[in-house]
């Protein structure tokens, strides 16, 4: 049905004036076709982890692309906009488009961001955005008429989901942390965080079936980081004690350090639980970036001096999220140099402490602009990181990004005619298929 456009007037004590507001165009549900479940077992012959297809039980090599659009160009205060409908609407012929020629290309995993605001739901419930949600199923939908999985990726929660913790089931939020660590530490925050990603996963399951093995994998929340510059970690003297009941001295570092390990293990744990009570088979991943893009040089504390250029972040730490209950690890490698080496990022990561026990996944990775001026010069420092990731026994990739032409300092895959696209090609690069 078409509508014409619909004409707002308002009456000032001066005049009237009138504005014309186009409405949105409606789009049809596009209905699925289950895929074959991608899952994770322990290669019988090589006692290897490993990605398969449940089906077919042969390897899965995930090789894909990061697909996000932003309200603002060349900062990077912009705002995830990919699901909300003033733009997926709009452009949706685009969006269609784009996800088609990824396929053409021959990638198989498109790894997309959901974000908070976005997705609220009406103030005083505890629910989804039903708008965001259907914009969200039409997407995977597209993926799966192409034959290509998704991975979602959380970050930040839902603004009405916070309620979840003031319910009087809960402890207060910490008083002795802040920020991102109060949401962290905090049990109240990470049952709403935990439900906010469980009724995600339950409104697919329920609206859509047919899409839920569509879904690679859940990254529960976007390289996750302990705040350096926010209590407790502020704190250089005193005992915290959290909702755990576990102490923690502050005025030694190892002490901190197991602060920052206990709660990387709870909180992935307790998120985990809850997705996995909706739908057992799914795969589920907690990413990270590693110290040394941040200058650090590795895990002592949580403590602010210790990055070199000041930046408060400090990741999770890989060697204790393979303890948890994911699926696989996911790591963020950036090359900034033409003979990069792949190998000071995962010494930064403690690769070496791993047990090797999970499949490994570069869910990002991509070339800045300020290091590599032409997308010709980027692609050198590229394939010798997706080269040296096979050698590694790493399992998968995925580029960032296919088209975010808002983020002008990165090359994504669609500039100069696709350049990248194309050279990146699992139709053209047989990566390692061993």
């Known amino acids: 049905m078409k509508y014409g456009a619909l004409i707002f007037c308002f009456l000032t004590p001066m005049i009237l004036s009138c504005a014309t507001v186009e409405p949105l165009p409606s789009i049809e549900r596009i209905r699925g076709e289950s895929l074959p479940r991608i899952g994770v077992r322990t290669n019988s012959r090589t006692k290897v982890p490993e990605f398969y297809s449940k089906v077919s039980k042969r390897r899965f090599y995930p090789q894909g692309v ?31 488009k784009s996800v088609n020629e990824m396929a053409q290309f021959g990638y198989n995993l498109i790894r997309i961001r959901i974000d908070g605001p976005g997705i609220t739901g009406p103030k005083n419930s505890i629910a989804l955005n039903t708008e965001y949600m259907e ?50 530490m905090s049990q109240g925050y990470i049952e709403a965080y935990a439900r906010y990603e469980s009724d995600l996963v339950r409104y697919i399951k329920d609206n859509a079936p047919e899409l839920s093995s569509t879904i690679f994998s859940i990254d529960l929340w976007n390289e996750l980081d302990f705040l350096s510059n926010e209590l407790p970690f502020t704190l250089r003297k005193g005992t915290v004690k959290l909702d755990s009941g576990k102490n923690y001295d502050m005025s030694n570092p190892i002490s901190r350090q197991k602060m920052a390990d206990d709660t990387t293990f709870r909180w992935i744990n307790t998120v ?23 200058r650090r040089q590795g895990y002592d504390g949580v403590y602010l001096e210790d990055s070199m250029n000041g930046d408060w972040r400090q990741p999770f730490r890989l060697s204790v999220i393979e303890k948890t209950d994911v699926d696989y690890l996911q790591i963020h490698p950036y090359p900034h140099e033409a003979d990069y080496d792949l190998k000071v990022d995962l010494e930064s990561l403690e690769f070496s402490k791993l047990k090797r026990t999970k499949p490994i996944l570069i869910g990002e990775f991509g070339a800045y602009k300020k290091d590599f001026d032409t997308p010709e010069k980027a692609l050198v420092p590229i394939e010798r990181l997706i080269a040296q ?19 002008t300092w990165l090359w994504n895959m669609s500039e100069k005619n696709g350049f990248l696209a194309k050279n990146l090609s699992p139709l053209k690069i047989n990566w390692c298929q061993r």
């Open 66 to 96: 990061n697909w996000v659009r932003l309200d603002k160009f060349g900062t990077k205060k912009a705002d995830n906009i990919s699901f909300h409908s003033k733009y997926f609407r709009k452009e949706f012929t685009d969006i269609k």
């Open 135 to 184: 914009n969200l199923l039409t997407f995977i939908a597209i993926a799966n008429k192409n034959k290509m999985y998704i991975m979602i990726t959380g970050h930040w929660m839902p603004e009405n989901y916070y309620q979840v913790a003031f319910s009087g089931k809960f402890p207060a939020p910490h008083s002795q942390t802040a920020d991102l660590n109060q949401i962290l």
């Open 272 to 294: 985990i639980r809850a997705i996995k009570s909706v739908d057992a088979q799914v795969l589920v991943t907690s990413s990270v970036f590693s110290p040394k893009e941040v």
């Open 389 to 407: 990731a096979c050698r590694y026994g790493i399992d998968g990739w995925v580029y960032w990004t296919w088209d975010t032409h808002e983020q």
